[in-house]
C-alpha cells in the first residue's frame, strides 16, 4: 500500500491527498506531527531531505513536492482526466500549478506566519500587506478565469483546481476576503461540495 507522510492540518498535505482521492488511489496516510518537530528526525529525513510535508512513498519510489503528487497521481489513472490531455491542456494545467506555487502559495503563507505563527515582536505588518497585495493580484487573474466556466481548465476538475484550492480553503482563518471575488469564492464552493473534499477538508 502506497503511504502518504503529512500533516494533518497543512495546505500541501492536503493538497497531496486531495489528488490521491480523486484519482481514486488508495494510501495509507502516515502522520508526521510537525508540532513535535517529527519531520527533523533522522528517519523522515531519509525520506525527504527537505524535511517537509508530504512526501509519498509508493513500492520503491519515493516523491516529495504536493504538485508533483498532484502529476503523479494524475498520471496514475489517466482515466479521470485530472491532467492535460492535450499540449494546450498540459501548458494551461501548469500555468496554474506554477501560479499556486510561486505566488498564491507563498503569499499566503507569509501572511500566515506573520499574523499568526510568528511571535508578535517578530512580524512584520509590511510584509503582510504586501503579501495580500500579491495575493490579490493572483486571484485577480483567477476570477477573470473563472468569469465563464467552472474549473481553470477544459470542463472538468484538474489538478490545476486542486494546486490552488487547498490554500485558498485557510482564507477566513487568515481575514483574506474572497467577496472581492465571487468566481472564486463560488469555486471552492463548487469543490467543497466533491466528496473528496469532504473526506480530507473535513
Known amino acids: 500500500m502506497r503511504k502518504l507522510y503529512g500533516f494533518a492540518m497543512s495546505p500541501n498535505t492536503k493538497r ?57 497521481a494524475a498520471e496514475l ?19 496554474w500549478m506554477f501560479l499556486s506555487a510561486a505566488h498564491v502559495g507563498v503569499a499566503v503563507q507569509r501572511i500566515f506566519a506573520h499574523t499568526i505563527r510568528l511571535p508578535e ?18 486571484l485577480a487573474a483567477v476570477e477573470t478565469r473563472l468569469l465563464e466556466r467552472a474549473w481553470l481548465v477544459g470542463d472538468r476538475l484538474t489538478i490545476a483546481d486542486l494546486s490552488i484550492l487547498p490554500t485558498l480553503a485557510v482564507a477566513p482563518m487568515l481575514g483574506i476576503d474572497l467577496g472581492k471575488f465571487p468566481s472564486v469564492a463560488a469555486w471552492l464552493g463548487r469543490a467543497a461540495e466533491r466528496e473528496p473534499w469532504r473526506r480530507v477538508m473535513g
Request: net charge negative; glycine share 8%.
Open 16 to 72: 497531496a491527498r486531495l489528488g490521491l482521492e480523486e484519482a481514486g488511489l488508495a494510501y495509507e496516510l502516515v502522520d508526521v506531527d510537525l508540532m513535535q518537530g517529527a519531520h527533523k528526525k533522522p528517519e523522515y529525513l531519509a525520506l525527504n531531505l527537505t524535511g517537509r510535508v508530504p512526501t509519498l512513498v509508493d513500492g520503491d519510489f519515493v516523491l516529495w513536492e504536493s504538485n508533483a503528487i498532484l502529476e503523479y
Open 77 to 95: 489513472v489517466p482515466t479521470k482526466s485530472l491532467g492535460g490531455t492535450t499540449p494546450i491542456e498540459r501548458a494551461e494545467i501548469a500555468r
Open 121 to 138: 515582536d517578530q512580524r512584520i505588518p509590511r510584509l503582510v500587506t504586501e503579501a495580500r497585495a500579491d495575493l490579490d493580484r493572483s
